[in-house]
């Protein structure tokens, strides 16, 4: 169930240049909220911006008597961002949420691969997390961690702790191997029978990924960033088109913002 509430600021940090983690103190109701949904933030008593900004659930962490934390991961990117990074603890914030359709989350017979390109990584925290909980062995999933430059390499170390196995390219070659993260996807892929693929970054990488996929005939699973206007599917400012018959157009908001990679193809 979508609600709105106020909801209380516990930390507020930078973990990388122009990246930075926010822990909001949010209601019981998220806990059965999916990996890939999302929630609309807005400042308190601020009529600027006038729309709501959306941004990926990062973690849902656990703390003492059943209290329990959301953490999302941003990137310090214009006026509403900025404002955000300055937020102090004990502020407030105006949420909506849980919102969107999510990740399918199983246990899978076959090996998954996790693709992330920069911020993209945000929503495949909270996947990684749940796969552990419904029983997936870590050693059989692997993730691949792409980006502009080193700086844009997010949450290596989370994944790491679930017992992940990680590989990490960069386009300057700063971290890890200098390359598109869809060149070590693809070799690893080539070498291994994998039942998904996972995948969230710009929308040229998940087009890649997507065809990657299909052409291996790999199920794919991709969550689409865009800019969204209200985020509840109203105004209809997130279409993304889709090979459909009869369809033509899907909104990210409503019907995403996770696909099936073959339906925008």
Same mark, same amino acid.
């Not at 507020?12 to 890939?36: F, K, M, Q, V, W």
């Given at each position: ?33 999916? %990996?890939?949904? $999302? ?58 949420? %849980? ?26 925290? $909270? ?14 999933? =692997?993730? $691949?961690?792409?980006g502009r430059t080193g700086t844009d390499i997010l949450c290596e170390g989370i994944f790491y702790e679930l017992g =992940? ?9 700063t971290a890890g191997e200098k390359n598109l993260v869809t060149d070590p996807l693809q070799e690893w892929l080539e070498k291994n029978n994998p039942g998904m ?7 040229? =990488? ?29 105004? =209809? ?21 996770? $696909? ?6």
């Amino acid at each position: 169930m979508i609600t709105q509430q106020t909801v209380e600021i516990i930390h507020n940090e930078a973990i990388s240049d122009g990246y930075h983690r926010i822990r909001l103190n949010c209601g019981a109701h998220y806990a059965s909220a999916t %990996p890939g949904q $999302f929630v609309t933030i807005r400042l308190p008593d601020q009529a600027e911006p006038l729309l709501r900004r959306p941004f990926s659930i990062h973690r849902l962490p656990s703390g003492g008597a059943g209290t329990l934390y959301m953490e999302i991961l941003y990137r310090v990117v214009g006026g509403f961002t900025r404002q955000l990074a300055r937020q102090v603890p004990g502020s407030e914030l105006d949420m909506l949420g %849980p919102i969107g359709h999510g990740f399918s989350v199983r246990c899978h017979e076959h090996p998954v691969a996790i693709a992330a390109g920069g911020i993209g990584v945000a929503p495949l925290v $909270f996947l990684a997390e749940r796969l552990k909980q419904a029983g997936m062995g870590m050693n059989r999933v =692997m993730v $691949f961690l792409g980006g502009r430059t080193g700086t844009d390499i997010l949450c290596e170390g989370i994944f790491y702790e679930l017992g =992940m196995q990680v590989s990490v390219a960069t386009e300057d070659g700063t971290a890890g191997e200098k390359n598109l993260v869809t060149d070590p996807l693809q070799e690893w892929l080539e070498k291994n029978n994998p039942g998904m693929i996972y995948a969230c970054g710009p929308h040229p =990488m998940l087009k890649a990924v997507g065809e990657i996929a299909q052409n291996q005939g790999i199920a794919c699973e991709v969550s689409i960033e865009t800019l969204m206007a209200c985020g509840l599917g109203v105004c =209809m400012g997130c279409a993304v088109s889709t090979n459909e018959a009869g369809e033509g157009y899907r909104h990210v908001c409503k019907d995403g913002p996770v $696909f099936d990679a073959r339906v925008l193809l």
